[in-house]
């Protein structure tokens, strides 16, 4: 009896609220067409085809996510085309790509009918297209992040998981490689690169692994000290006329590496910068050679690290497989263990030898539209879970 | 809007130990209880940090915690640690008169906490640290005239679709655990304070894998129903249960009209009998979507009136359902730091 009444109440409640929901519906539910937007190109979605730069690998790796089930070790994709949650439906090499649900897919179908994804879109254009409702989801840097928000697009950041650092190039510097690397990782303003280019999103990086992936970062120091920076250097003789190169299409490598050319001269470091063809990123052997390419001759460069796990044992020795053509720190051994201590003292051996000078942490950050539901952050080294995505059709939009 | 906050949005303080050296008499008092591992990694930074200290040194003591620890526990273990120190003969001494400073910081990873030890002696410094697996986050309940429990029943890395009890609370009658997931229907028995499987019942048959499928159970009929498939018995004698597909591929879930609660269209609720004397409660979850934790309350049958503080849940709450005896409800959730799946039963009791 209790009851009934109960539930008249609740129908009472719902009359007076009126017929229209105040809020999107929270049951996932099938259908529609997920619009994203990219900046990569991507020229063939074959698992064999080499990509051209890694903004174009990053991009092909989610792709074939979408299309294939299973991951080799190497962090590739494998098997059967279509095995994954998607089939490819149209392909434009470099334009457009069209996915259409897999019916039979092992997990179940994703709850979205097909994906459209435009490639080549500038980051501009991604945010624009988001704002006007035209994009549902796109990726977007990081330093355009607060703007992108001030405009009303729904943001969705990661924990910051994408060092950017200063990486000296081979054994150039020969033996006073310690002192200049100790020097230049003093001097450099990390918070104002943080606060003014990063647009506060990112972290000082002063280690190799983040906070929240070690749990040690704090023991590496971010503060800029130009005092000791400029005894260091003082002490170094002859003192190097250096040269940081960034890439010529990456626009916040370009601001990051004039902002540390600045700090570098308030403490009477002699650094230039100069812009390096993009190409020059394609792999780590072409970023080793100082002179490749367009016979461009770099002591250091900026390099971008994305941490392929959180875990802080993976992501280091991916790390360091990854530095070691470019700065020749092959004597740094990989962590023994997992354990703390092991991934501290390791990352600590890299930190010592100058090498490398990490600059910011730079979180992964998307813009979605308003009827995407369910979206979740992917973690490091994880493939944006698109099957698990659906559209609220309660959206106008 | 952000859909995820920063992690470390956390607090951050630093105390002092010496207050509590100085009264190392005190040692014989009752220390927070901590899990043994805890104590054991504990145990192990005092002897990493005596292997680099001198027999009879005596040290100035700061800890940091960075870490999702609480206050208590920090002070807790700080407390522990100067004795485990002591027993190692390590000296708590003021900052003038130390020999070497030593810098204890609670910190976390992505792996659990992380026990860092700094020790400052001279131009010299050691760090040496220990790994601790971090506990899931307990649910946390304030004090309000009406007070929500939710009791963990089961858990399981797969997805939970219903569940329920019988016979509990019956004299001399033993209690079934019936479970209904994705691939099968399940049936435990109450044996030595934990559930012992009596029976599975496969539910696959070749079914197409569903995302976002849901099921139901009628304890009371003997039923359950997924999409494609409905098993039908005595659920107290779970040999007589049989299942069959069917052509119903639908949703077995009858939406329940949606409600509006503090202006939010709210459509998984349960509704609970009259409790603490009062009218009917209507038990809720929160706003966000599956991607979020969430919480439950209880609010007022007449005015949908908040009537409990809420009680936190680690990840959504993807199922909140009424149970037969019409006091409690049956919820389902998933953990988000951990992905498992979670089915809790949520009760109310009075305070008055």
């Known amino acids: 009896m209790k009851l009934r009444l109960c539930l008249c109440l609740v129908t009472i409640s719902v009359v007076l609220a009126g017929a229209a929901p105040l809020r999107p519906a929270r049951r996932p539910h099938y259908g529609g067409t997920l619009r994203i937007e990219i900046g990569a190109t991507v020229r063939s979605l074959d698992p064999t085809v080499e990509a051209a730069n890694p903004e174009e690998a990053d991009a092909k790796s989610e792709m074939d996510a979408l299309l294939y089930d ?46 459209e994804i435009q490639l080549g879109r ?204 470019i700065a020749g720190i092959a004597d740094s051994p990989v962590p023994e263990s997992g354990s703390p201590e092991d991934v501290y003292y390791c990352e600590r051996s890299i930190m010592n030898s100058g090498l490398v000078v990490p600059v910011v942490w730079m979180p992964q950050v998307y813009g979605l539209s308003a009827r995407v539901r369910d979206w979740k952050q992917p973690a490091a080294g994880e493939s944006w879970p698109l099957a698990d995505v659906w559209l609220d059709s309660a959206d106008p939009h | 809007m952000r859909l995820l906050p920063r992690l470390f949005l956390r607090r951050a303080f630093i105390f002092s130990l010496l207050l509590a050296l100085a009264a190392d008499s005190s040692k014989g008092q009752a220390v927070a209880q901590f899990p043994p591992d805890w104590t054991n990694a504990l145990g192990s930074l005092a002897d990493k940090i005596a292997a680099v200290t001198k027999r009879g040194e005596g040290l100035s003591l700061e800890a940091k915690n960075i870490s999702s620890l609480s206050a208590v526990d920090v002070d807790g273990l700080g407390q522990l640690l100067v004795t485990d120190l002591s027993r190692r003969n390590r000296r708590a001494v003021t900052e003038s008169s130390a020999d070497a400073a030593l810098q204890v910081t609670f910190s976390e990873s992505a792996e659990g906490y992380v026990w860092i030890a700094q020790i400052l002696g ?133 939406p329940l009209q949606l409600v509006t609660i503090q202006g939010h269209s709210v459509e998984d609720y349960a509704v609970l009998a009259g409790t603490c004397g009062g009218d009917s409660l209507t038990l809720a979850g929160g706003t966000g979507d599956w991607t979020a934790a969430d919480f439950i309350q209880a609010y007022d049958g007449r005015n949908l009136s908040a009537a409990s503080q809420p009680i936190q849940v680690p990840g959504p709450v993807l199922e909140l359902r009424r149970n037969d005896d019409g006091k409690s409800a049956r919820v389902i959730s998933r953990d988000l730091k951990t992905g498992v799946y979670e089915a809790s039963i949520v009760s109310v009791s009075c305070d008055d």
């Open chain 1, 70 to 115: 299973q991951r080799s070790e190497d962090g590739t994709f494998a098997g059967i085309a279509g095995s994954g949650p998607f089939r490819v439906s149209s392909w434009e090499a470099g334009k457009r790509a069209t996915f259409a649900a897999n019916q039979d897919y092992r997990e179940g179908r994703p709850f979205v009918d097909s994906i």
């Open chain 1, 122 to 325: 500038p980051a501009h254009d991604r945010v624009v297209d988001l704002e006007l409702s035209k994009a549902d989801f796109a990726p977007i840097p990081a330093e355009q992040a607060r703007q992108a928000a001030d405009r009303g697009v729904r943001i969705s950041i990661s924990q910051p998981n994408e060092l950017l650092a200063l990486v000296f190039v081979g054994s150039r510097l020969g033996k006073e490689s310690t002192r200049i690397g100790e020097a230049i990782a003093r001097c450099i303003d990390r918070a104002a690169i943080v606060n003014f280019i990063l647009q506060k999103e990112g972290e000082p990086a002063g280690g190799l692994l983040p906070q929240w992936s070690s749990g040690t970062a704090f023991l590496f120091p971010t503060e800029m000290d130009a005092h000791t920076a400029k005894e260091i250097w003082s002490q170094i003789s002859p003192s190097p006329k250096l040269v940081l190169g960034y890439d010529l299409a990456d626009t916040l490598e370009q601001s990051v590496a004039e902002r540390i050319v600045v700090n570098a001269r308030e403490a009477g470091i002699s650094l230039v910068s100069r812009a390096m063809p993009a190409t020059g990123k394609a792999s780590s052997a072409q970023a080793a050679g100082p002179t490749r390419g367009n016979a461009i001759h770099v002591d250091a460069r900026l390099v971008r690290l994305r941490m392929p796990s959180p875990l802080p044992r993976l992501a280091l020795t991916a790390f360091i497989n990854r530095l070691e053509p």
């Open chain 2, 122 to 254: 001279g131009d010299k410094e050691n760090v040496v640290m220990v790994s601790v697996a971090a506990p899931n986050q307990k649910a946390n309940t304030k004090e309000a005239p009406l007070t929500l429990h939710r009791k963990l029943i089961w858990k399981q890395d797969t997805k939970i679709l219903d569940f329920g009890i019988l016979g509990e609370g019956t004299a001399g009658g033993s209690s079934m655990l019936i479970l209904l997931d994705t691939d099968k229907l399940s049936f435990f028995s109450y044996e030595n304070k934990g559930w012992k499987l009596a029976r599975a019942v496969d539910l696959q048959h070749g079914r197409a894998a569903q995302r976002g499928m849901r099921g139901r159970l009628d304890l009371q009929a003997g039923k359950a129903e997924l999409p494609g498939v409905e098993c039908a018995g005595d659920f107290q004698h779970p040999e007589t249960v049989t299942c069959a597909n069917t052509a119903t591929l639908a949703d077995p879930e009858t």
